[in-house]
């Protein structure tokens, strides 16, 4: 079975602009949620969707918004990015029958110059 | 609120030696914890987890950790390091606030194994 996905594995944008990340959990998964990891720290919480509602956020800015689609796919959206959402951004599925246990995508790494 | 400290942002081993990676938690609730690795341009891999079963966990890879309450800690250890094991280790802990379970990570520690 294949992984998590996501696209695209990098990209390049500059401040005040616009991205949206996308990702597809691993088939039969229905809960997707979103990290952000700047360099040298450990990844930061950002949402959780399951069965397409949002079920926590974190510390984030209304700038950060997310939503999952009914094939349980997600995208995460930042708007008027600034230099310090440069970060890799991880998604990570679970099932409804091991929900402790989260199977992370190889992630999108954002620049913004 | 949880919290995870790593103690040691570089941890450097001779290949064949032990490897000790510490991890101390915060938690105001019996906490799961977890244990993952990332490989340079990748995402997350799980190595093992603890959910309120045994103390000592097996993982992947010939990984394993305790859980130790009166220590909140949970260290990871392998008794002798490939050269392959070089990578970023988090260590996470996760209540379960109307079932999320949303990780808390630590900032990691980075193992670098020389030959």
């Known amino acids: 079975d294949a992984g998590v996905t996501q696209s695209p594995t990098h990209l390049i944008k500059t401040r005040g602009q616009q991205v949206t990340l996308r990702c597809s959990p691993i088939?039969?998964?229905?809960?997707v949620s979103w990290y952000q990891q700047v360099l040298g720290q450990g990844p930061q919480f950002i949402f959780q969707?399951?069965?397409?509602?949002?079920?926590g956020r974190g510390n984030f800015p209304d700038r950060f918004s997310a939503r999952q689609f009914p094939n349980y796919s997600s995208e995460l959206n930042v708007n008027a990015l600034l230099l310090g959402d440069s970060a890799l951004y991880l998604c990570?599925?679970?099932?409804?029958?091991?929900?402790?246990?989260?199977?992370f995508g190889p992630g999108t790494r954002l620049t913004v110059l | 609120a949880q919290s995870v400290t790593q103690l040691g942002s570089h941890v450097s081993v001779s290949e064949g030696a032990l490897v000790l990676l510490r991890c101390n938690y915060s938690s105001s609730v019996p906490p799961y914890l977890f244990w993952y690795v990332q490989y340079p341009n990748q995402g997350l891999q799980l190595l093992l987890k603890?959910?309120?079963?045994?103390?000592l966990v097996k993982g992947i890879n010939g990984f394993e950790a305790e859980f130790k309450k009166s220590e909140t800690s949970f260290h990871l250890t392998k008794p002798s390091a490939h050269m392959s094991d070089a990578a970023e280790y988090f260590c996470?802990?996760?209540?379960?606030?109307?079932?999320?379970?949303?990780?808390?990570f630590g900032r990691g520690t980075s193992l670098i194994v020389h030959p």
């Open positions: 969707y399951y069965e397409k509602e949002e079920r």
């Open positions: 990570a599925s679970r099932s409804v029958a091991s929900t402790d246990t989260q199977y």
């Open positions: 603890y959910t309120s079963a045994a103390t």
């Open positions: 088939s039969g998964h229905k809960s």
């Open positions: 996470a802990v996760s209540d379960r606030p109307g079932g999320s379970y949303i990780p808390t």
